[in-house]
Nanobody, 126 residues
Framework: QVQLVESGGGLVQAGGSLRLPCAASERTFRSAIMGWFRQAPGEERVFVAGITLASGATRYADSVKGRFAISRGNAEGTVSLQMNSLKPEDTAIYYC???????????????????WGQGTQVTVSS
């Protein structure tokens, strides 16, 4: 149950890019997998991208594959989500999440993540 802090949200035109960093707020970081979820107004929170910290293996939602890239940061316990070719339908609050369980597949269900950030708003205009 680590504390996570994410930032980097904002307003961007369609076709533009944003980068969202996320960091664990404690020195002893025990999470094995970190990921990003998003929630649009009136919609459920859904998986966007995830990464296994030890190996760098990644998983993406079909809606963002080829446009978004999740990567490990230079500092321990940090990740970032690079979002390119943004579309208006990407507009949502984006949440960083983490879990200590190194499952065979990066999980997509929100219930399998036990640490969450406060969320950062991403708005894409047309």
């Amino acid at each position: 149950q680590v504390q996570l802090v994410e930032s980097g949200g904002g307003l961007v035109q369609a076709g533009g890019s944003l980068r969202l960093p996320c960091a664990a707020s404690e020195r002893t970081f025990r999470s094995a997998i970190m990921g990003w979820f998003r929630q649009a107004p009136g919609e459920e929170r859904v998986f966007v991208a995830g990464i296994t910290l030890a190996s760098g293996a990644t998983r993406y939602a079909d809606s963002v594959k080829g446009r978004f890239a999740i990567s490990r940061g230079n500092a321990e316990g940090t990740v970032s989500l690079q979002m390119n070719s943004l579309k208006p339908e990407d507009t949502a609050i984006y949440y960083c999440a983490a879990t200590p369980a190194p499952t065979s597949q990066i999980p997509m269900a929100t219930i399998l993540y036990n640490s969450w950030g406060q969320g950062t708003q991403v708005t894409v205009s047309s």
